[in-house]
């Protein structure tokens, strides 16, 4: 098979999408799983900015580098191109659903469907303070797990 292409996605493509990038990256190489990383946001206001600066500290001091991410849209070809893509909350869901070809709809999911938690959704941390980037590390990393998982199985 050819190697798994994932997308995760947020709203912005500044905080959870790119965190999720960052920590996916970091753990597939470990785990010696080659795949192909992309993320994205349902928005494009962001485009071409740099990961949001409070997202670099909290994944930084974890380990995890942003290095060459920068912020785009979801595009009509992301639908087809990648494998699995995967919504940071219920929003980002419904909105990719609402606008992908049916035959890619099963490509869509919950990036949580992933986790051991009982959460279900990345929670957005724009709007908050440090400690929201800190959950959002911990959830994102406990779904990373999961997500190798299930590849290694596939491959
Ligand atoms: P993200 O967070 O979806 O995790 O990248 C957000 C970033 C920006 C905005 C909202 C959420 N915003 O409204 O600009």
Not at 9 to 35: M, Q, W, Y
Not at 71 to 84: G, I, Q, S
Not at 89 to 100: F, G, H, I, V, Y
């Amino acid at each position: 098979m050819s190697k798994p292409k994932v997308l995760f996605v947020c709203l912005g493509n500044i905080c959870r999408s790119p965190t999720a990038e960052a920590v996916f990256r970091h753990k597939a190489s470990a785990a010696g799983l080659d795949v192909y990383i992309d993320s994205a946001g349902t928005g494009g206001w962001h485009q071409g900015d740099a990961p949001d600066s409070r997202a670099i500290k909290a994944g930084s001091q974890r380990g995890y580098s942003f290095a060459g991410q920068s912020a785009r849209a979801v595009e009509p070809e992301d639908y087809r191109d990648f494998d699995h893509i995967l919504a940071m909350d219920r929003r980002n869901l419904s909105d990719l659903k609402a606008e992908t070809p049916a035959e890619y709809a099963n490509k869509i999911k919950l990036f949580l469907s992933y986790g051991q938690s009982s959460e279900s959704e990345v929670p957005d941390p724009y709007y908050g303070g440090g400690q929201g980037f800190e959950q959002v590390l911990d959830l994102i990393e406990d779904a990373c797990e999961g997500l190798i998982k299930s590849l290694q199985q596939t491959a």
